[in-house]
């Protein structure tokens, strides 16, 4: 089997030069009782698994912008910038999982994209499902447990909803990676219903401590995002997975969404290998040292 573009690309953000196999697997950590990836860290702990030391992110989450923006540029209607956008999302989905990426999370509808034309909704309401539809056999063949976070808003057809809770249960035994797709998602409506959560808990305000909170949370075994890979350029968080990406690092390349492909993604995870997080410390060389 020849080596292709993937492989070259996967091995150069590895900083490797030796020849590898197609496919570089995925680092699990598991639980002791179900197989399943260990869920949320904090403090230390995580600190320890996603130093800079980590080569791959666990976790990366992507903003999938500029859609539209292609489309304009090219005379063409909203609507084939998202009809564009599949392609990429399949292609960054192989490369993630070939990369060695454990988690993925791709951010496909705010709560705040309600506001957009009807006539742009529905159609994004349509292509959504045939999305789903057409690539269920390829997820499930590639090992692939979906999710979707958020999903709740009656606004969504009852059959997109009920395609979101077929994938999901198809795919909920898979182990390969991680594919959460944030559709009418917004950060800050899962914090308020975390809250109200913990309120109707009874948990006292003095025993509310940050990994109880997460627990609160939507899909609470999310490990906190380490990578947020934006495209288009534009520089902003966008009310996504605001809790997940309190330590992430960003990146911003310039590409539209529909122009972005599996070698942009993997460059993204070099720069990311690159960063020195030390999630407010200061290197350990310093040794507090000011100067």
């Not at 690539?135 to 606004?155: M, N, Q, S, V, W």
């Not at 809250?195 to 305000?205: C, D, E, V």
Request: with cysteine.
């Amino acid at each position: 089997m020849g080596v292709t573009e993937h492989d070259r690309a996967d091995r150069a953000v590895r900083g490797e030069s030796e020849p590898g196999v197609t496919d570089h697997g995925v680092n699990r950590a598991r639980t002791a009782t179900g197989g399943r990836p260990v869920g949320r860290q904090y403090g230390d702990e995580q600190r320890r698994a996603d130093g800079s030391a980590h080569s791959v992110p666990r976790h990366v989450a992507c903003v999938m912008d500029g859609n539209g923006r292609w489309a304009q540029r090219r005379s063409l209607p909203r609507t084939a910038g998202h009809r564009a956008a599949e392609i990429t999302v399949i292609d960054i989905i192989e490369a993630a999982r070939a990369a060695g990426v454990e988690w993925l999370s791709l951010y496909a509808f705010s709560t705040e994209n309600w506001n957009r034309p009807g006539t742009e909704v529905d159609y994004l309401m349509r292509l959504v499902r045939q999305v789903v539809r057409k690539h269920a056999p390829l997820l499930l063949a590639r090992g692939i447990r979906c999710r979707f976070l958020g999903a709740a808003d009656p606004r969504i057809p009852r059959e997109l909803a009920q395609d979101f809770d077929d994938l999901a249960t198809l795919t909920a035994d898979n182990q390969r990676m991680t594919l959460t797709v944030a559709f009418d998602h917004g950060g800050r409506r899962d914090i308020v219903e975390a809250t109200r959560s913990l309120i109707r808990s009874g948990t006292l305000a003095d025993d509310v401590t940050e990994r109880l909170f997460a627990d609160h949370l939507p899909f609470p075994d999310t490990p906190d995002v380490d990578l947020v890979i934006r495209t288009s350029g534009e520089q902003r968080i966008s009310n996504f997975m605001l809790w997940q990406v309190a330590y992430a690092e960003w990146v911003f390349p310039e590409a539209h969404w529909p122009d972005f492909r599996a070698p942009d993604f993997l460059a993204c995870l070099h720069t990311y290998r690159r960063r020195d997080r030390r999630f407010g410390g200061v290197p350990p060389q310093t040794n507090g040292d000011p100067s």
